[in-house]
């Protein structure tokens, strides 16, 4: 599966075929473009690196800042200025770009550095980058967990060089820079040397051994040589004082002899940087291969953990490629984290929890469950340390820095996590931490009045509340769970009872329209404050465009008349944004799953594509590649609820491998989609559930428990070309079933 996958997927502008049918109705107005990287990465590792341009956002790439449509170019050409480390994957405004420790062969003087040369012949693969620079430098990168090895072979010159700049960080856009605040840097003789750079409170430490023949090294400052130093030390910067300063190794280049660059990382040290050089590289020389063949291997591993077959080419390896971008994050560094001085791991780059909750989580909960409850124990350290569950957490201090997004989110994996009895968590103090966190930040006034705004603030808490509620029951906590469950409840406060949509607040990236699709505790009472199933139908087949014509996407920099009529339309944003992710399974509540089948086998056809532009928007840390893969499978997660809902596969058959060993999804009736006399994939035929078992026995609603997946089995699914009777009695379970006697989630 890892020859499947494309890294360059996502790079670029949105660049898909002309949406046809209910696809041509919606509208997206966040920037369009993946914003991801083709560089290297290992899976869930803590390093990433990449082609250094300085462009937004993950410092690879052609393109600027931009928070609507099609984004501006910055440069004709992909170009870089070296090869960088740390990476975000399919952000937008995260504000925290690393892009540390740069790293540029060279055939100029010192004086260019800075310079970016036009890259050719780029090639990538899980594990792997590549690129030839206008100077006919070779350059190639692999990684480990915790370490990055670099092998540049020179053409025939007498004065090559390979300069590491420690001060580098960030972007080349307006804010985007990032400055060290104190930095040492040490040379400890012939190929080898240290050093930290403190950036943003955290000390980045790099521990390198440079094996390149009869190279002189030297520290240098300012774009200057420093003869015989060994050491540097800053103590205080500032941007107003800041220059650039780092390590140079210089030599005679020959043709066909690379030079390579080991590099180890930590948050704890130089030594601790060292170690984990040696842990994962050894003292063999050369070990490029060796990292990368390791690197690839555990990408086999984690790639074949979800297996599809049938399908073209195309939708295989934008399948394989959703799959590996929904494994670069989180990035864990175990035994790594600079706050607090106990082992354990340390996770970082959740960005965003209310990105990732819904699909990412899940799916790592399912496939990589070891790593998804280190997660909750990281998280659950970080409310120790800082008083609060992140709703964004880099590799920085600052678990609220995204509160305005949204609340409670961590509540939803923990009580997933604990339903599934997940790793080996101390609940006792989870729910502590659970309880706590209800009170910080909105919560306070939730509690106090009921309502909050931001009106989706009132959704989050009460969602939370349930969460805190299962947690606190199982555990024997009455008090708690009771008290919890009666918060839980006033979720309806956020509704306007006339119109059966939430009511008129400020929303972050939405509108009203784009939230009032969630799906909550309590869907059954939702649906009669809608007015009823009918009601509720016609609600989201507006929202859906079913019946509406044709609309024009927002183009390169949109007027605001533009934007204002688009937001007008309250329509379906198209996976471009966050909030609609859940919302084609509300039909499932309602009684109606061929709705859902026709609005995700639109989204899968035309708002996803192979080539550099087949993202719809930001890919956001693997959250809408996992919404992908969880699609392409039949299956979509009901985060803080531990049910999957059940939809109609992309693929005649998929294995997810399961702690409880395989969960297999197998049909009959599933057709291919054409593909024309050009060997273009034309539009897949909508198929529709007709009947389904379980592990061989029938299976009446429209969902599974979470366990069901988890501990393995088959799900058999008969697919016919038109809707049928199956799943329009038996809905997924709500809060109101426990009261008239029917099944809990």
Known sequence: MRDDVDPFIGTAATCLPPSDGLAATWWWPKPQVGNTHPGATSPLGMVSACAFSGAYPTGYGRYGKNTEGVPDEMFDAAQASGFTHFQQSGTGAIRKYYNYVRVTPMVAPLDDLGESWALHD????????????????????????????????????????????????????????????????????????????????????VYLEVHSPNWRQMLWYDRRLIEGGTRLDFDSIRQTTLRPFGLLFMGPGR??????????????????????????CGTSEPVFDAVRARTETRWDDHLHRVRVEGGTPARRTVTA?????????????????????????????????????????????????????????SLIRVCEEEGNFPIGYRMARGADRFFRQASALAHTALADAHSLALGGLDWSWALVHMEADLRRMYGEDFIEHGVVHPITHTLDLAYG?????????????????????????????????????????EYYEGGKWNY?????????????????DDAFVDMLDAFFGFGAGPVTQPGRRPSPTEMVAGYGLNRFEGLNNEPDMEAPWAYHYA?????????VNSALTWQFGTGTGGLPGNDDSGGLSAWYVWASLGLFP??????????????????????GGEFVVETTGHR??????????????????????????????????????HNGGVLHLELGPEPSPWGRSARPPSLSDARTGGATP
């Open 122 to 205: 780029e090639t990538a693969s899980p594990g792997y980058y590549a690129a030839t620079l206008d100077t006919r430098v070779h350059c190639e990168i692999t990684v480990g967990e915790k370490v990055a090895v670099h092998r540049y072979t020179f053409p025939d010159t007498r004065s090559a060089r390979v300069v590491l700049d420690l001060s580098c960080g960030g972007l080349a856009i307006d804010h985007g820079r990032t400055v060290p605040l104190r930095a040492h840097v040490e040379s400890m003789g012939y190929g080898r040397a240290q050093g930290t750079v403190v950036m943003e409170g955290v000390p980045l430490s």
């Open 321 to 377: 490629t959703a799959l590996y971008h929904s494994l670069i994050k989180p990035c864990f560094g175990d035994d790594e984290s600079p706050f607090w001085p106990t082992a354990g791991p340390f996770a970082f780059d959740v960005c965003t929890m209310w990105d990732i909750y819904k699909t990412q989580i899940p799916l790592l909960m399912a496939i990589a469950p070891n790593r998804a409850a280190d997660l909750l124990e």
């Open 516 to 532: 009032s699709f969630r799906l909550l505790h309590d869907m059954r009472a939702r649906i009669t404050l809608a007015g009823g």
């Open 465 to 505: 509340h349930h969460c805190t509620a299962q947690v606190a029951r199982a555990l024997g906590d009455k008090r708690l769970a009771d008290d919890s469950d009666a918060r839980s409840r006033l979720w309806v406060n956020a509704f306007d009872p006339v119109t059966g949509l939430l009511r008129d607040s």
């Open 638 to 659: 009901v985060a803080g609820q531990s049910l999957f809902l059940v939809n109609a596969p992309a693929f005649a058959r998929s294995t997810l491998r399961v702690d």
């Open 672 to 709: 291919e989609a054409p593909v024309g006399a050009d060997g273009i994939e034309k539009t897949p035929p909508v198929q529709y559930v007709q009947a389904a078992t379980l592990n061989g026995r029938p299976l009446e609603s429209t969902h599974l428990r979470a366990a069901d997946v």
């Open 255 to 280: 043709p066909g002899q690379p030079v390579e660059v080991r590099m180890g990382f930590s948050l704890r040290g130089c030594e601790q940087a060292r170690e984990n050089l040696w842990r994962e």
């Open 591 to 599: 009684g109606r799953p061929d709705r859902t089948a026709e609005i």
